[in-house]
């Protein structure tokens, strides 16, 4: 049994007597290279604590997907294996601990790698990304899905049937949070306003309200002294936190709807955005084998491996762009499946 600094302050000279009484011997703090893990979450507590909880997590996620790397697996079986193996056990832990930008992309880094093996020209992450009406194969965004989680805490300061305008105000408005974003490590607070930040918003229909004249915000003085308490409260059954508010509107976030909702502001490339969502409907449903399936599917995404792209990429390697059965005209990607 542990007990741990709440500040990440070493106070082990006041409290080691009173934690000998209770069979504790060690005090968590700031200092300990590793973090303390409580219901699955880790308390981190210092830089050092999250480069060596992100390194241990990362050779975790790879050790995942060895078993498969040496397997024969179709495109869609791949974005699978990434959602359902990979991605899954990310999840539980992140809708709580805040993520830096290179934590996420070294997640990212894991599943890019297990993705594009055996594919080259290989197939762009946007595109693996998108949805599979689309022309993706709905690999989920690990900075999305991570802002999805996130979301759930922000949702009901968005939704209560009287918000508050501080509220409304910090999460809408960039500026208005200078004020409470002075230092500079990763907080859960940042987490919340990245999620929010990354819906889109259009102010060109948004009217002023002439009944509040009013220019400038005031902030009230006990914003700054605001605990955990007057803000969350433990469900009394499930025993977790959640939004002190009597509809308890967290409970209904759908992560799915935050996603598709975010997807709007991407523009899908342009040899895509042709295809209608029936066609590729229409796809998916082909009675193909894996070799078909992947064949058609990079052809349409232009990534078949051509003697001309092979040439213009690896000259020294691929000498010569013409056609290596009828050797008479410049390989192409049509002419490859003719």
Known sequence: MDAFSVSGRD????????LADMNIYHLQTALDPSPLVYL??????????RNNFMAAFIAKLKKTLQPHTRR?????????????????KCWYTFRVIPLTKMDIQQITSVAIQFLKKGISPVIPWRTWTLLRLQGGLG????????????FRWVSPLLQQNTPSSTSSVLLLFPVARQQ?????RVLSLDMMYNSIDMLPRNYDIVTINVSSPQSSVQLPR????????????????????HWK??????????????????????????????IESSAWNFFWSLIL??????????????????????HRMFPTVHLSSLCPVCSTVDDSIHHFLC
């Open 11 to 18: 106070t082990s000279d006041y409290w080691n007597r009173s």
């Open 40 to 49: 699955g979450f880790s308390l981190i507590q210092s830089t050092l604590q």
């Open 72 to 88: 024969s697996v179709s495109v869609l079986g791949k974005a699978t294996i990434v959602n359902t193996l990979l991605l899954s």
């Open 139 to 150: 690999t989920l965004d690990v900075n999305l899905q991570h802002a999805a989680l996130y």
């Open 180 to 184: 409470f974003t002075k230092k500079r």
């Open 222 to 241: 006990r914003t700054r002294s605001m605990t955990v308490a007057d803000v969350f409260q433990v469900h009394p059954t499930h025993h977790f936190l």
């Open 245 to 274: 508010s009597p509809s308890d509107l967290s409970l209904t976030v759908c992560f799915k709807l935050f996603r598709e909702t975010c997807y709007t502001v991407h523009e899908v490339p342009s040899h895509l955005a042709s």
């Open 289 to 310: 084998t894996m070799v078909q399936r992947n064949v058609v599917y990079r052809f349409i995404h232009k990534c078949i491996p051509h003697q001309s792209l092979l």
